[in-house]
Nanobody, 123 residues
């Protein structure tokens, strides 16, 4: 069983920044590809970013490329999402998840999910 706990969400004005954290209890964390997804009210959960086990590979949705940065600290079993230049359309619940197989941008490719953290961007 793997527990993922997100933190760092909150209310921020457009143009501001937030850094989300996701702490994992998984023993295999240093070998896992990890992803961030988000879900806005009335919308499907969508891919935001993913990072390879070493941190050498990072992947982003077009909507956040150039504004968000995903990183990880394997010594702390934690993955981060630095969000800059936030827009009202970034408002959503943000989830981290552990990749198990398949395409990194598909929710079905992940087996464990955190409870989510709310990010609200005001205009």
């Amino acid at each position: 069983q793997v527990q993922l706990v997100e933190s760092g969400g909150g209310l921020v004005q457009a143009g501001g920044s937030l850094r989300l954290s996701c702490a994992s209890s998984g023993r295999s964390f240093s070998r896992d590809l990890m992803g961030w997804f988000r879900q806005a009210p009335g919308k499907e959960r969508e891919f935001v970013a993913a990072i390879s086990w070493s941190g050498g590979g990072t992947y982003y949705a077009d909507s956040v490329k150039g504004r968000f940065i995903i990183s990880r600290d394997n010594a702390k079993s934690t993955v981060y999402l630095q969000m800059n230049s936030l827009k009202p359309e970034d408002t959503a619940v943000y989830y981290c998840a552990r990749h198990v197989r398949g395409s990194y941008y598909v929710t079905a490719s992940y087996d464990y999910w955190g409870q989510g953290t709310q990010v609200t961007v005001s205009s």
